[in-house]
């Protein structure tokens, strides 16, 4: 994994998505060849965003997907946290406040579809009023 496939990979991966538009590189950072760390922010529909954060460090990965507005809505990350859950490091912060497991694994090509996912569930709810 590189800095330049994985940020093409997450840039491509949110721009093909229908939700997504006005997708934005905030930051990188390569500090070498097996760490850095990536920032990407995607507009969605109502004043949504999404913010993917992605850290690799030698094959181990920090990340947190976030949905907010002016504040957090849904959040997956995988800090070491919350380690009653049966899915420990990796957990999803939901819109009610509640912690929960997480199907995200720190594989971003399978967790940024999984996000996406979500989140196209999250607006299919708020449409019809759940």
Known sequence: ??????????????????LCENVAVIETRAFSPDQFFLKVRAE????????????FNRGHTDYA?????????????????????????HHYHDDKGNVLPS????????DLQIVLTEISGYFLRRAHGG
Do not use: C
Request: aromatic residues 12%; charged residues 15%.
């Open 65 to 89: 997907y976030q949905l907010f507005t002016t504040e957090p809505l849904l959040r997956w990350d995988n800090k070491e946290e919350f380690r009653h859950l049966p899915s420990f490091p």
């Open 44 to 55: 969605l529909p109502d004043s949504h965003r999404l913010q993917v954060r992605i850290y």
């Open 1 to 18: 994994m590189s800095l330049p496939s994985l940020l093409g990979f997450v840039v491509t991966g949110l721009q093909a998505h229908p």
């Open 103 to 110: 199907l995200l694994n720190g594989n971003a090509i399978v």
